[in-house]
C-alpha cells in the first residue's frame, strides 16, 4: 500500500468522533468498551509496541485493537469483526494512528473467525463469546512478534495485576462534536487488576473504578498478566464495559 494511502487512513482515524464506533448490529446488553483511560502513551521502541496492533474499518469507520498471535493471525473482539465482509478491514502496525512517521505498514485482512459462542450470546450479560481470529493478507512487518499465550491459568485471580493496551479514547466522557479531545488513535498502556476472575466461565471482570482501565476504542485490546519471573503473557480480550463512562469494570 501507497504512503498516500498510510496517510489516508491516519486521517480517517482522526476523524472518530467517539473512537471505536461499533459495528452495527452487534449491540450487548452490557455496552461495548473499544480505550485506555488513566494509562500512558506506549513508546515506539518499547516490547509492548510491536505485539499490538490497531483494526480499522475503513467504511464503518470503526477503530478497535487485536494483538499478534502468529506471523499470520491475530486476536480481537467478535464484535470488531464480521466473517466474509472483512474487504474493508485495515491493520496499522505503529503506535500513533495520527502520524504518518509512526505507521510502520498496513495490511489488508484475508478472513475472520468469531467465536460460535458469539451467534447465541452476544446479547447477553455472560459467556458472550466476544473473541476472533484474525487472517491477515501478508505476514507481519520486521520487528514485530507474536504475544506470548498464558498456560498458566492460576495466573489470573482476582486481585492480580492486569496490563491493557489499546487504541481508544482517553476520557470516558468524550465530546461527540470534537475530533481532537479524545486521544483516540494513540497505542496506550494501563495496569489495573481483576476484580473478579470468575466472572462467567469464559470471562473475567477488570477494575476501571480507580481511573484506569480501557474505554471505547480499546475493544479487542489485549490483558496481560506476569508471572513469577516477570514474564508477561496474554491471557484476554478486551470485550465490553459496565458502564458508558468507563469509571466501573470491563469484561
Not at 15 to 21: D, M, V
Not at 193 to 199: C, E, P, R
Not at 218 to 243: E, H, I, M, Q, W
Amino acid at each position: 500500500m501507497s504512503l498516500k494511502a498510510f496517510v489516508l487512513i491516519a486521517s480517517a482515524a482522526l476523524s472518530l468522533a467517539a473512537c471505536g464506533i461499533q459495528n452495527s448490529g452487534n449491540g450487548n446488553s452490557s455496552g461495548r468498551l473499544d480505550g485506555i483511560i488513566g494509562g500512558q502513551v506506549v513508546n515506539p521502541s518499547d516490547d509492548m509496541a510491536h505485539r499490538v496492533v490497531a483494526l480499522y474499518d475503513v467504511q464503518a469507520k470503526a477503530l478497535c485493537t487485536a494483538s499478534i498471535v502468529s506471523p499470520t493471525y491475530l486476536i480481537t473482539a467478535a464484535h470488531c469483526v464480521t466473517p466474509g465482509k472483512t474487504s474493508n478491514l485495515r491493520v496499522i502496525f505503529g503506535t500513533d494512528l495520527t502520524q504518518k512517521s509512526t505507521i510502520v505498514a498496513v495490511a489488508a485482512v484475508l478472513g475472520a473467525v468469531q467465536s460460535p459462542l458469539w451467534k447465541t450470546n452476544q446479547r447477553k450479560d455472560t459467556n458472550t463469546g466476544d473473541i476472533a481470529i484474525v487472517k491477515l493478507a501478508a505476514p507481519i512487518p520486521q520487528g514485530f512478534m507474536p504475544a506470548k499465550i498464558l498456560t498458566e491459568a492460576p495466573l489470573v485471580q482476582t486481585g492480580a495485576q492486569v496490563l491493557l493496551e489499546g487504541y481508544g479514547i482517553t476520557t470516558g466522557q468524550p465530546d461527540p462534536k470534537s475530533a481532537n479531545d479524545n486521544g483516540a488513535g494513540v497505542l496506550r498502556y494501563v495496569v489495573t487488576t481483576i476484580s473478579n476472575a470468575a466472572f462467567s466461565a469464559s470471562e473475567v471482570m477488570i477494575d476501571d473504578s480507580q481511573g484506569k482501565g480501557a474505554c471505547h476504542g480499546d475493544s479487542g485490546g489485549p490483558a496481560y498478566v506476569k508471572d513469577t519471573a516477570g514474564n508477561v503473557f496474554l491471557f484476554g480480550v478486551t470485550s465490553r464495559g459496565t458502564d458508558v463512562t468507563c469509571s466501573k469494570g470491563v469484561v
